[in-house]
């Protein structure tokens, strides 16, 4: 682990009676953030306290004061604790006045990626698995933070439950009974009337997932066609075995440009073809700051082509967002193949070294707007989905 996490570690409150250390968190993490969360106000409907920044107080204040956070291992503590610190990160950014008062729609989503962004490019929080681990654990929390409070009023309870547990298949540190941890205390570090109402909802999400096997980790499975007919939404129960009707494998990677994907492919000496949407433009002499949009119709079309032969084939692309992905898996399954997704990522130093030393680089300005929008794969996503540093 890195010096940084170390550092936000001594941060934290060792005790129930202790206090946080603001002042050296803002140092650590950067005055931009606390200056943006002081300067955010929210809905006094339902935060009565003002700002971002008090709220955010408060419910680290609430979390440290909760026993079961200090009987949680230093990682696990630290992950929940900076992600109390950045959970409403998303509403400075989010942030409009409707009717008079302060909305803050997707906060949630839009908080995760600003927080992937910073710990991945300015904190080096990267490239290894138990880096990957600890940002991805900070950056579920915060994604997911008020599902324990509206989950009770929703549909298909079990399938979110499962489906957001999963998760901790490829980000070990994250279970459920952290997001209620955090979501409690995101509840009570408020001024408003619902509070009451808000901790039985999140006390419901708790015992559905623990009645259900998920509060402290993921569903087992039988197999993983069956794991993906019930994320997919298919009436199927877990310990469940289904039919495998799919004729073969296409193997997609996701990645940002200079990670290493040519590298990684040619070391496993994958003996089936290869559709990259590199070589396809350098194949339409395109450059990378042109319109995609021909490339990535001759990719598709090559894609058919394999998938009416029932050919395995591997799909070559940075493919960094899940709309993205499942448009592409969505293509491929209609044609009865399984999918196996394959993210792959370096530290930040060796991305820029190997993107630099290509001769279709990819300007840094871009790289880094794509960072901002990447969410790597989730278990649901497709049959089958890993995780590799290279």
Known sequence: MTGLIERIGQCIPGSPSDKTVWDELEKLLGAAFFSGMRATQQNPIYHGEGDVLVHTQMVCRQLSENPAFHSLKTGQKTELFL??????IGKVKSTRIENGNPVSPHHASTGSMIVRKFLWKNCGICGSPDLMTFRETVCTLVRWHMLPVHLPDQAETERKIRTVAAIGELVPDFSWNLL??????????????DISEGLMKVELSGLMAEDIGCLYRPNCFA?????HA????????PDQTLFDNTWGEVIMLSGLPGTGKDT?????????PMISLDDIRTELRIDPGDNQGEI???????AREFLRKKQPFLWNATDLTKETRQKLVSLFEQYGASVRIVYLETNWENRMKQNCGRKDAVQESAVEKML????????????????ICV
């Open 223 to 227: 197999d993983s066609f069956t794991k």
């Open 180 to 193: 209620c941890m955090l979501a409690e205390a995101d509840v009570k570090g408020r001024i408003a009337e």
């Open 83 to 88: 992600a109390a610190v950045f959970h409403d």
């Open 372 to 387: 901002g929008k990447t969410v790597p794969p989730t278990p649901d996503e497709a049959q089958i989905v890993e995780w």
């Open 230 to 237: 019930y994320f997919s939404g298919r009436k199927v129960q």
């Open 296 to 302: 990535i119709q001759t990719a598709y079309e090559r």
């Open 264 to 272: 990684w492919i040619r070391e496993l000496h994958f003996d089936i």
